[in-house]
């Protein structure tokens, strides 16, 4: 008997070899992503759901808690395989890695050409290539779907990101429209591309997350610590912020969290909770990969560096005893929270163009054809980095597909030039007054870098050609040069002409 395999059944419709069962979709996976998203498929019109978990307490106690759900339930592998009508469709939702691959395993086993293997978990869009590429080889089809909106999202709706073929689309495309998230009377959910596509896009979701929220808690701690607000004032400012262009689920839970005081001590319970920031990865596969293609997503590496610096308590207390002396928190102005708010909102502009640069790269290296604005439009509900600022995204693609970047389209080239001299003076304060913002002064280094009419590159060119011969481009005359460097005979050749 093998790890997915277990005894018994609980309920199902056939066996291997005889005809076909009744369910239209099945999950596997029932812990909190899977059985949420296995009722939020069985509420919905005309859905059948299998379901099985390799532990089957787990699929008794959902059967028990949900009967009117109408689950087909399996103990076993087989029985749930049995179970599903052809083309059988099943969303896995285990662990990703390991889980994944044991499960895909056993389902390639028993399933027939044409059937559909779906990855619902946050796997490696490598991964994703790999059991896609071995699956068409067996005539199945595997669909790598990223889906985001935590336990909430599975059971009322998620944005799902789905990759994977045509085919595959035809079949799972109506079921995924019926269990997403709506937003503006569209079902949050497109298929992205090819193979890999749809776990590329949601690591890439998951690494602007991580943007995101450091760039709230930036806000927050400067608000705190510099504008001198208390917690109860900070609830305030963010639930006026979740009214205007910032509105967004991040902005909301953040003066949800702010607002929670704890049951033992009476405090704002965000000052008990220990000061180190966790993650499971995605934010590091972002950067991983966008170092990789070549491109700055230093937005999403700050976020995940300054979680690295946070969790580090032994180094920052050793800094912290050495250290002599804190600079004094500077003098602020009255309009500082309105700085702070655009500051905000300028390095999170950057941050998602630097998101979306990334999806181009990747869209580039791995052959998918991604279309930009339907993507920011499956952002806009269900996920957890859904917001106002998305429909601004949508229209920007909508007006110019080939964008350079996000930067250049007029609606946010307006706001970051409205909000730049606020920024500068947020960044300066919080240099001055010893509170980290790398969120914050990345972002405007960044834009200040693609801004400037020449960069320092020329001299770091210069140091290359000196210690490695690698040679220089010239800004008066076409060619690749390389100089001489030795003192008694400095000189320029033309690489061009010396090789012909
Ligand atoms: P999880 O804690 O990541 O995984 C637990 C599930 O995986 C259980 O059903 C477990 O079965 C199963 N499993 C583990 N190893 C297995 C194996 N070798 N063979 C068969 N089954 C195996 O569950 P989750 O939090 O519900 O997440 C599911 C997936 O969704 C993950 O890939 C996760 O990254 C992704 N995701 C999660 C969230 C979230 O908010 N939690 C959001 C988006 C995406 P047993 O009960 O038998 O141990």
Not at 62 to 77: C, T
Not at 88 to 98: E, K
Not at 297 to 326: C, D, L, N, W
Request: aromatic share 8%; glycine share 12%.
């Amino acid at each position: 008997m093998t790890d997915t395999e277990s005894i018994g059944r609980t309920e199902s419709t056939g066996r291997p070899g005889t005809p076909a069962g009744t369910a239209n979709i099945g999950v596997v996976g029932m812990a909190v992503m899977g059985s949420n998203l296995a009722r939020n498929l069985a509420g919905r019109e005309g859905n059948t759901v299998a379901v099985y978990n390799r532990s089957p307490e787990r699929t008794r106690t959902l059967v028990q808690e949900h009967p009117e759900a109408g689950f087909l339930a399996s103990e076993s592998i087989d029985d749930f395989v049995a179970s599903m009508a052809r083309p059988r469709t099943a969303i896995i939702m285990v662990q990703a890695g390991r889980g994944t691959d044991a499960v895909i395993e056993h389902l390639a086993e028993r399933f027939e050409p044409g059937d559909i293997i779906v990855d619902g978990g946050n796997a490696n869009f490598h991964d994703t290539i790999r059991r896609e590429h071995d699956l068409r080889e067996q005539g199945l089809n595997f669909v790598g779907a990223g889906i985001s909106g935590g336990e909430d999202g599975a059971l009322h709706g998620p944005s799902i990101m789905p990759g994977g073929s045509a085919e595959a689309w035809e079949t799972l495309g109506p079921i995924l429209k019926s269990i997403a998230a709506v937003a503006e009377g569209e079902p949050c959910v497109t298929h992205v591309g090819t193979d890999g596509a749809g776990h590329f896009v949601k690591m890439v979701h998951n690494g602007i997350e991580y943007a995101d929220m450091q760039l709230i808690a930036e806000s927050y701690d400067l608000l705190r610590r510099v504008g001198g607000h208390d917690v109860d004032e900070l609830v305030q400012i963010f639930e006026r912020w979740n009214e205007g262009d910032l509105e967004s689920y991040l902005i909301e839970i953040t003066g949800e969290v702010l607002e929670q005081r704890d049951a033992d001590t009476g405090k704002p319970l965000v000052d008990v909770i220990r000061d180190e920031a966790g993650s499971k990865g995605t934010g590091v596969w972002t950067v991983q990969n966008a170092v990789g293609l070549g491109i700055p997503v230093s937005g999403i590496g700050e976020a995940v560096f300054a979680r690295a610096v946070s969790s580090k308590p032994p180094q920052r207390a050793a800094v912290q005893q050495s250290v002599k002396s804190r600079p004094e928190i500077a003098q602020v102005p009255d309009t500082f929270a309105d700085d702070v708010r655009a500051a905000l909102y300028a390095s999170k502009v950057v941050a998602y163009a630097q998101g979306f640069d990334l999806i181009i790269a990747g869209a580039k290296e791995y052959g998918w054809d991604i279309d930009l604005g339907n993507l920011a439009k499956i952002w806009r509900g269900g996920c957890i980095i859904r917001a106002q600022f998305l429909n601004r995204i949508v229209e920007a693609y909508a007006k110019n597909p080939e964008l350079e970047s996000l930067l250049v389209d007029p609606y946010f080239a307006n706001a970051v030039a409205e909000g730049e001299t606020a920024w500068r003076r947020i960044v300066g304060i919080a240099a001055a007054s010893g509170i980290p913002a790398p969120g914050f002064s990345s972002a405007l280094s960044y834009y200040d870098a693609l801004a400037s009419d020449r960069l320092p590159a020329a001299l770091i060119q210069g140091q290359r050609d000196f210690f490695g011969a690698h040679t220089y481009q010239r800004i008066d005359k076409d060619g690749t040069f390389h100089t001489l460097w030795s003192d008694d005979d400095r000189r320029e050749v033309d690489q061009d002409s010396s090789t012909r």
